[in-house]
């Protein structure tokens, strides 16, 4: 009787532990397949290795998670659909928003949305999204199929170009002590410079540094409207804590919650004041974009 009894136990713990997760996806970049850090997970808090498994048990508990990216970085979009699923197989999915997406997109995603759910075929998804070229089709749109025939919604955090062109001209006032302080507009207008090879008018970076933020402050008005538990995919340096979305989250109210995970290419640290976790994957070749201008 007493061994029955183990053997039920044991049986509904098994019932009851977390399923398995798929294994990681192998590394598509050509670089660092030799360095150190390949393949570590970071808690940048303790400094505490994680097993993937155990970054998606802390992150399973937040009710906002914002994933930082390179955007060229196959990689980091393996990675990405990694986590997606793994966060769904461990609890229910509230919505998935996407820096790719602009607001004036919304009503195609939903369409798109309702002619899957009913079985339509849809011979050309990018055409049927209006999808950006500046985002290339090839890396997204596994995230993008995926997402679009689960329960949850796909959400658009980015602006559209008409209100772009608006902040661009008006640079309207942005509201917030923790976005506006000096210690995060500075960095944010040197890494505008870095960007554009130190070629953009001086008159020119005030209205730049007004979209960047505009968009960071979107991004979070959106966390805050989307179900929970929500992710977001952008960017880098819109997801970092001390200079993009979780200042404007805090702005509006919600300064807790939010968990910030950065997947990094080895070679390029990310700190404890950037981010809750850091993933260090593969890396493409280094590549000088300013070249061109020289």
Same mark, same amino acid.
């Given at each position: 009787?007493?061994?029955?009894?183990?053997?039920?136990?044991?049986?509904?713990?098994?019932?009851?532990?977390?399923?398995?997760?798929?294994?990681?996806?192998?590394? !598509?970049?050509?670089?660092?397949?030799?360095? =150190?850090?390949?393949?570590?997970?970071?808690?940048?808090?303790?400094?505490?290795?994680? +097993?993937?498994?155990?970054?998606?048990?802390?992150? #399973?508990?937040?009710?906002?998670?914002?994933?930082?990216?390179?955007?060229?970085?196959?990689?980091?979009?393996?990675?990405?659909? *990694?986590?997606?699923?793994?966060?769904?197989?461990?609890?229910?999915?509230?919505?998935? /928003?996407?820096?790719?997406? =602009?607001n004036?997109?919304?009503?195609?995603?939903?369409?798109?949305?309702? !002619?899957?759910?009913?079985?339509?075929?849809?011979?050309?998804?990018?055409?049927?999204?209006?999808?950006?070229?500046?985002?290339?089709?090839a890396?997204?749109?596994?995230?993008?199929?995926?997402?679009?025939? %689960?329960?949850?919604?796909?959400?658009?955090?980015?602006? @559209?170009?008409?209100?772009?062109? +608006?902040?661009?001209?008006?640079?309207?006032?942005?509201?917030?002590?923790?976005?506006? #302080? #000096?210690?995060? !507009?500075?960095?944010?207008?040197? %890494?505008?410079?870095?960007?554009?090879?130190?070629?953009?008018?001086?008159s !020119?970076?005030?209205?730049?540094?007004?979209?960047? %933020?505009?968009?960071?402050?979107?991004?979070?008005?959106? /966390?805050?409207? #989307?179900?929970?538990?929500?992710?977001?995919f952008?960017?880098?340096?819109?997801?970092?804590?001390?200079?993009?979305?979780?200042?404007?989250?805090? @702005?509006?109210?919600?300064?807790d919650?939010?968990?910030?995970?950065?997947?990094s290419?080895?070679?390029?640290?990310?700190?404890?004041?950037?981010?809750?976790?850091? *993933?260090?994957?593969?890396?493409?070749?280094?590549? @000088?974009?300013?070249?061109?201008?020289?």
């Open positions: 009787m007493r061994t029955l009894f183990f053997a039920l136990l044991l049986l509904l713990t098994a019932c009851q532990s977390p399923p398995a997760l798929a294994p990681v996806p192998v590394w !598509q970049s050509p670089e660092g397949r030799g360095h =150190a850090n390949l393949g570590q997970i970071i808690d940048l808090r303790s400094g505490a290795r994680l +097993t993937p498994e155990q970054l998606v048990a802390h992150l #399973a508990k937040a009710p906002r998670v914002l994933v930082g990216e390179q955007h060229d970085n196959p990689d980091h979009h393996a990675l990405q659909l *990694w986590l997606l699923r793994a966060l769904e197989a461990r609890r229910g999915q509230g919505s998935l /928003l996407l820096e790719m997406l =602009a004036s997109q919304q009503p195609q995603v939903e369409d798109v949305k309702q !002619q899957l759910r009913e079985g339509l075929q849809i011979a050309d998804l990018p055409k049927a999204l209006e999808w950006s070229n500046g985002w290339p089709w890396l997204y749109g596994p995230i993008v199929r995926h997402a679009l025939v %689960q329960d949850y919604p796909l959400r658009a955090a980015n602006l @559209d170009r008409a209100e772009i062109m +608006t902040i661009y001209r008006k640079q309207s006032l942005l509201r917030g002590e923790a976005s506006t #302080a #000096a210690a995060v !507009q500075e960095p944010l207008l040197a %890494q505008i410079r870095e960007s554009h090879c130190d070629k953009l008018p001086i !020119q970076l005030p209205a730049m540094l007004a979209v960047q %933020q505009q968009r960071d402050r979107r991004m979070a008005e959106q /966390l805050l409207k #989307a179900p929970q538990p929500a992710m977001l952008a960017g880098a340096f819109h997801v970092r804590r001390d200079l993009g979305v979780p200042l404007h989250l805090s @702005d509006l109210g919600e300064p919650g939010a968990q910030v995970l950065i997947l290419e080895v070679g390029k640290p990310v700190t404890a004041e950037q981010a809750d976790y850091v *993933w260090y994957t593969a890396a493409l070749p280094p590549e @000088d974009h300013c070249a061109r201008f020289r």
